[in-house]
């Protein structure tokens, strides 16, 4: 076959997932009529992802809870590529990191639980990992 044009496929992924948290995580992505799953470690409770058919750019805040069913909220920003594959980016609108060596708890004002994801290390200041962190309650100021 000299002289005959060569041809090149490139074959892409059609889901492209970005993980920009600090934390490591597992996706599960079920059948088409199972809701898709974000699992963090703590946080065994999450409440479903549905991307619709033909989504293009989307933004979402998906709810998972802790253990002792704190609230989180994470950033879900769905974008359309050129090449017609998804990529998905997982956010948290804040993280906290304590450098200082004291005990700190975090919370929200005026609210009575404490932020989502802080446990026992926490309180000793021995948490080394930084401490995803949302504003949960929309009905009280932030600061």
């Known amino acids: 076959m000299e002289g005959s044009a060569r041809k090149v496929i490139t074959v892409r992924s059609a889901l492209i ?3 920009k948290l600090e934390t490591p995580m597992e996706l599960r992505l ?3 009529s199972a809701p898709d799953r974000i699992l ?3 946080f065994p409770i999450c409440k479903e992802l549905l991307i619709p ?3 293009q750019n989307y933004m ?3 709810r998972l809870y802790d253990v002792n069913k704190r609230q989180l909220n994470l ?3 769905i974008v359309c590529r050129a090449e017609g594959s998804l990529k998905i980016l997982i956010l948290a609108p804040y993280w906290l ?3 200082t060596g004291l005990p700190l708890i975090f919370r929200q004002d005026n609210t009575k639980t404490d932020a989502a994801g802080q446990f026992e290390e926490h309180e000793l200041a021995r948490s080394l990992s930084p401490l995803l962190f949302c504003y949960a309650d929309k009905e009280q100021p932030n600061l």
């Open 17 to 19: 997932v970005k993980n």
């Open 30 to 32: 079920d059948s088409p």
């Open 40 to 42: 963090l470690e703590n």
């Open 53 to 55: 058919p033909g989504t």
């Open 60 to 62: 979402v805040r998906m």
């Open 75 to 77: 950033t879900i920003r």
């Open 97 to 99: 990191i304590n450098k």
